[in-house]
């Protein structure tokens, strides 16, 4: 691994010298193991603990397969999928990696019984397999966790609708969060060339995320003027959602949960931001009932910051807790966009307001290559910056996690992989100086203030 290293972080080597370069037999992993995936029954969701089930692990370098890459990876991130992995929930991963498993002599690869976790990377091409054409070894490249097999007509309007679309380093073996990784070359992208390793590993997921759910035609399709609702808007998707949100000439009303998070809003440029915590909305009353009344308050508050407008959009991912509010306050003909269920998969709203009103539901999940490739463009011209709030080493990936799920963290939270420091890979000085303010804005709030003491507010 070292002359790995060695050939990365030299300016002369070419791309003969990484395909000449001998690949290691293993790799140090950050894993799931399938003979505990009952170690936290009958815990609440909140007390399951992923410094407990996230290992790191030494494992094979797997097969290299037609249409495929490995990489060394020289940075991830953690996404909340690494967190609903390691507590299990809803499902343990292996069901994936088993059906996977089913479909192919090549696929059965990633039936193990560990599971290589992570849907981000940032690092340097070893190898390809056969009929890639596109990228070679020694590319510096970053890769979106989109998964697609295409040997099916329904996925060639939109990759996303693929039978056989899985999300890597979720529903896939060999993800990011590791020193080398295996991906269909068809989830390669250029890395950013102004970024760090850790910085360009950050965004990936999240921001193609956001941009297939607020602004392609895929999702709620954001045009300048709207009123855009963003939930969690200093979080991961939240984060990305505002800035999109800013680029794109709309106005986004961030919902937070502390004065921190309102501040890093701020700084990034929105002026409507509710504090949910400070205000205080109960919109249940109890397991069963919610509370209307509530929903007009905030409906209220969110008049109040856009000089008496409702909102075009509403950027949804909380899910149980928040969705009857998100239907309330969307305008007459507007979208309500979700991605995610985070507080509960069951979602109640009082259907009147919907048909009455004309709005409209949209489901959106991950994005595909196109707008991945859309998403990463901004990022490499400075449009949308990452939100890189802490790294962490390998090692310390469970305590990652662990800060993801207590929601004691800000933007992202990146890894460090092969990288031996934070801050290597820069190629472009003079694009990173125009930026360094905004690439930096999550860090260095950060270092002002360490993490929260306590859980956050969920
Ligand atoms: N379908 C997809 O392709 C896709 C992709 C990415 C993520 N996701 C899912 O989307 C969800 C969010 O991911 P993320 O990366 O943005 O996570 P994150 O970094 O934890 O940010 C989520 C933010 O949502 C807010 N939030 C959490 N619980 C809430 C609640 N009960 N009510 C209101 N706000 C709440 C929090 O912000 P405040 O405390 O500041 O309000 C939190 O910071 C996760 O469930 C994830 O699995 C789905």
């Given at each position: 691994m070292k002359d790995i290293l060695d050939a990365i972080q030299s300016p002369d080597s070419t791309p003969a010298d990484f395909a000449a370069l001998p690949l290691p037999d293993s790799y140090r992993a950050v894993t799931v193991h399938k003979d505990e995936t009952e170690m936290f029954a009958g815990l609440p969701t909140a007390e399951k603990d992923p410094r407990e089930s996230l290992h790191v692990d030494d494992v094979p370098v797997p097969e290299l397969g037609p249409g495929e890459a490995l990489v060394a990876v020289m940075a991830s991130s953690v996404n909340y999928n690494s967190v609903w992995t390691s507590i299990f929930e809803p499902m343990a991963t292996f069901g994936f990696l088993e059906r996977y498993g089913r479909l192919s002599d090549l696929a059965r690869r990633h039936d193990l019984p560990y599971h290589v976790i992570g849907s981000d990377l940032a690092g340097v091409v070893l190898r390809t397999g056969p009929g890639v054409n596109s990228w070679r070894p020694g590319d510096e490249v970053v890769a979106h966790c989109l998964s697609v097999?295409?040997?099916?007509?329904?996925?060639?309007?939109?990759?996303?609708?693929?039978?056989?679309?899985r999300i890597w380093g979720f529903e896939t073996n060999f993800g990011g969060l590791a020193e080398i990784a295996l991906v269909k070359s068809n989830q390669l992208m250029p890395k950013p060339q102004h970024l760090s390793w850790e910085e360009a590993a950050a965004p990936g997921l999240v921001n193609s995320t956001a941009y297939r759910q607020l602004v392609s035609r895929n999702g709620a399709g954001m045009k300048q003027g709207d009123n855009v609702l963003i939930w969690g808007a200093s979080g991961g998707l939240g984060s990305y959602a505002t800035q999109f949100a800013l680029a794109g000439g709309a106005t986004p009303i961030c919902v937070v949960s502390s004065d921190r998070k309102a501040e890093l809003c701020r700084r990034m440029g929105a002026e409507a931001i509710i504090d949910r915590s400070a205000e205080g909305y109960t919109f249940w009353t109890d397991e069963h009932h919610q509370d209307p009344r509530e929903w007009k308050r905030f409906g209220k508050r969110i008049r109040e910051l856009t000089g008496g407008e409702d909102v075009d959009i509403v950027f949804e991912h909380p899910g149980r807790e928040t969705f009857g509010a998100s239907v309330y306050v969307t305008r007459k003909g507007g979208t309500i966009v979700t991605c995610a269920s985070t507080s509960g998969f069951t979602h109640e709203y009082d259907n009147r307001y919907l048909w009455m009103s004309l709005k409209r539901i949209v489901g959106s999940h991950f994005a595909n290559y196109r707008e991945a490739w859309e998403a990463n463009r901004l990022v490499a011209k400075g449009r949308i910056h990452p939100t890189l709030s802490k790294v962490y080493a390998l090692e310390d990936t469970g305590q990652a996690a662990y800060d993801v799920h207590r929601n004691r963290h800000q933007g992202k939270v990146g890894v460090l992989a092969l990288a031996p420091a934070e801050g290597l890979g820069v190629r472009d000085e003079e694009l990173r100086a125009r930026h360094l303010d905004a690439i930096n804005l999550f860090r260095d709030d950060a270092r002002a203030q360490p993490l929260a003491a306590h859980g956050g507010v969920h």
């Open positions: 097999e295409l040997e099916s007509s329904d996925g060639h309007n939109d990759t996303m609708l693929d039978p056989e679309q």
